[in-house]
């Protein structure tokens, strides 16, 4: 005996692509230039050339991004940095922003 039931939808769903925030890395005169590209390897996934890059442009402009990902993968890549930060004694923040 067989238990199918099928139902019918009045209305189409209406998926939308979820909401993108860009995580950035902000300057400090205290965190080393070496603990940033670490950050930024085993964070964000970068290569170290890349990170390099990043890292100086972080130290110059102040802040730079790192990465543009769903709310629930781009907060838990600031909590990722606090963590690791404080687990340094670094005052290394990151932050993000709706894009």
């Known amino acids: 005996m067989s238990s199918e039931i099928e139902v019918e939808l009045e209305d189409e769903i209406d998926l939308q692509e979820p909401k993108k925030y860009k995580v950035f890395l902000l300057?400090?005169?205290?965190?080393?230039m070496d603990f940033v590209i670490d950050v930024l390897v085993r964070v964000f996934r970068?290569?170290?050339d890349e990170a390099t890059v990043i890292m100086m442009n972080i130290h110059?402009?102040?802040k730079e991004l790192c990465g543009t990902y769903t709310y629930?993968?781009?907060s838990t890549k600031v909590a990722q940095v606090k963590s690791m930060a404080r687990e340094?004694?670094?005052?290394?923040?990151?932050?993000?922003?709706?894009?």
């Open 27 to 32: 300057n400090d005169d205290f965190s080393t």
């Open 60 to 62: 110059n402009k102040g």
């Open 88 to 99: 340094k004694g670094f005052p290394l923040k990151a932050m993000m922003e709706e894009e």
């Open 46 to 48: 970068k290569s170290v």
């Open 72 to 74: 629930e993968i781009a």
